[in-house]
């Protein structure tokens, strides 16, 4: 295994300050709807949502026509009052962020490329071990990586690519089935997908939550923290024109 480390210059850390915003106002904007300043993935590629830290009145009254009566949206680091009654927080998260450039990374011929055939896949392992979320169309963000049984073809390990922001890509859909885990599959996936984007140019960076233990993996692997934020899930009640 390598460590992957930068001989040029290092990338930007600045950009990994709002990267849903910066991702979808940029490298991924193919795959994203907006109104205003509120800007958010095509519904089955991603939930994820860029907004300004400092929301005004018609800011918010955006997210909910942008999100619609009775779904959800998510913001990170919202910084100014919520409208009475238009919204209910129904979640409350903790997301640190790492970053790897100095992470291992390793190709690893035993893994194979995941695509489209195998979403059902993907998800039913998503739904058993909640890495987070992973839609239909999320396999589009870039490329993901599982490890199979040798003997039964199952798919017992996985993770790929999210967020792109200049310099860096994300990490995510981290997983390994209950049944496999502590044999160092999760390192091997992810170590993997390093390498794939550390060959592109790029350094990896990725979210977890205050309290995945996930996190002492990433830890090991030579992640360092750069920042935790908050990020709500909301639900739209009603709309506000
Ligand atoms: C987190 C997860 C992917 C780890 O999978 P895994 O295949 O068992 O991990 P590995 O065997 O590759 O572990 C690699 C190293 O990380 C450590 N590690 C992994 N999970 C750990 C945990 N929950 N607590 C402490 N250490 C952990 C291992 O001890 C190992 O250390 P070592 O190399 O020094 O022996 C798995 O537990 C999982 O699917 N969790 C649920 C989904 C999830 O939350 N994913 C993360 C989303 S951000």
Redesign the pocket.
Known sequence: MTTARFSGSEPDTTVLDDPFTTALRGPQSHFARSLGNIVTFEPDVSVFYGHPREMTAQDYVDLAELTGVGRTASLRDRRTPLPDGVFDVVAEIDLVQYRGDAAVSAADAELVRLGSADVPEMTALVEL????PFLPRTIEMGVYLGYRDPSSGRLL?M?GQRLQVPGWTEI???????D???????????SAVAQVIVDAGHAPF????AD???????E??GFTLNSEAPLEILRVNKGMR
């Open positions: 071990t909640e890495p987070g390990s993770a995510s859909a981290v997983c390994t089935h209950p496999a885990r502590g044999r160092g599959l999760a390192r091997r996936v992810v990725l979210h977890t939550t995945n233990s996930a996190r002492h993996l990433y090991k692997m």
